[in-house]
T-cell receptor
């Protein structure tokens, strides 16, 4: 069963912050975050492997709460280049294939 | 040099035909995948291939078959194409299965008429 993402879409003004949530009904071993721009392939942002782990990537960071089977992606001081569809993906075992969430469409306006 | 490359990028064909999409990676990765992205942008895993071990998503019709001549190539063959097969097919690879970062190809847009 695929992870559930919320919100499905969000519109921001440049400089505003956003949070995208990802939750799973099954235990998660790892959570990945990807961004896909229109007409392009998904691009890797980060992997979170441990419960309670947080990672940062410029002004984009994420947290992973293993006990709650949830992950959140934080985008601060958004830029126009942040626009795209964000996907979380998870697996419940180290060797298992990743299952992607339904995606969150983010649009940043000037 | 493109890390993961797919051909063709666009494919338009009639229902009932058989078609193949080729994928090559030059990253030295052990695992390759095929994903299907439909018109609603859902990315669905179809296959994973690691050291000659094929893992199939049980929801994939057996008209779809992956073929891997070597570790750097994973081709997708589709028999008896149906309208619902229209989608963008992404090939991807990772250093390890499951936890490695996925590197995606540019995608192959298949349109079945």
């Amino acid at each position: 069963q695929q992870p559930v993402q919320s919100p499905q879409a969000v519109i921001l003004r440049e400089g505003e912050d956003a949070v995208i949530n990802c939750s799973s009904s099954k235990a998660l071993y790892s959570v990945h975050w990807y961004r896909q721009k229109h007409g392009e392939a998904p691009v890797f942002l980060m992997i979170l492997l441990k419960g309670g782990e947080q990672k940062g990537h410029d002004k984009i960071s994420a947290s992973f709460n293993e006990k709650k089977q949830q992950s959140s992606l934080y985008l601060t001081a958004s830029q126009l280049s942040y626009s795209g569809t964000y996907f979380c993906a998870g697996n419940n075992n180290a060797g298992n294939m990743l299952t992607f969430g339904g995606g969150t469409r983010l649009m940043v306006k000037p | 040099d493109t890390a993961v490359s797919q051909t063709p990028k666009y494919l338009v064909t009639q229902m009932g035909n058989d078609k193949s999409i080729k994928c090559e990676q030059n990253l030295g990765h052990d695992t390759m995948y095929w994903y299907k992205q439909d018109s609603k942008k859902f990315l669905k895993i179809m296959f994973s291939y690691n050291n000659k071990e094929l893992i199939i998503n049980e929801t994939v019709p057996n008209r779809f078959s992956p073929k891997s001549p070597d570790k750097a190539h994973l081709n997708l063959h589709i028999n008896s194409l149906e309208l619902g097969d229209s989608a963008v097919y992404f090939c991807a690879s990772s250093r390890t299965s499951g936890t490695g970062e996925l590197f995606f190809g540019e995608g192959s847009r298949l349109t079945v008429l």
